[in-house]
């Protein structure tokens, strides 16, 4: 075969699997939307979802108002469904979402700082 044909063949199977590839995601759309409502309950979960992107459950607790504990329990949790995946950063185990919410019409939360430090002292007086 000459090189002409190859990069012909290459075009064709790119844009096959390009169709296939469109289709899947149209097909599975509407049962993931549902699994992501079903699991991200609260504008916080939806908030540490969207966070989870290999950064630290520390520096997501920081951000979102819970402790680095329940980041860590909702990754748990949520690896199982699957709607995050681990990934490994700096020799730790940590997680990275694998859809994002806006791909599904979900709208990503704005929580204030003092929504965070409201969520932090709840968050204390449970473990109490």
């Known amino acids: 075969m000459m090189k002409n044909e190859n990069k012909d063949i290459n075009k064709e199977i790119l844009q ?11 097909q599975g759309w509407k049962e ?9 309950k609260d504008e916080r979960m939806k908030l540490i979802y969207h ?23 909702y990754w748990k949790k949520w690896s ?6 681990p990934i490994i950063v700096k020799g730790k185990t940590r997680y990275r979402k694998m859809f994002e919410l806006e791909d599904f ?12 430090e409201n969520g932090v002292k709840q968050e204390r007086s449970y473990s109490k």
């Open 105 to 116: 019409g979900i709208e990503i939360p704005d929580i204030s700082k003092k929504e965070v």
């Open 32 to 40: 993931v939307k549902e699994v992501l409502l079903s699991q991200l």
């Open 80 to 85: 199982k469904v699957p709607i995050v995946e």
């Open 51 to 73: 966070l989870s992107d290999g950064k630290s459950t520390r520096k997501i607790a920081r951000k979102t108002g819970v402790s680095h504990k329940t980041v860590y329990e």
């Open 16 to 26: 096959v699997l390009k169709e296939i590839l469109k289709w899947t995601k149209f």
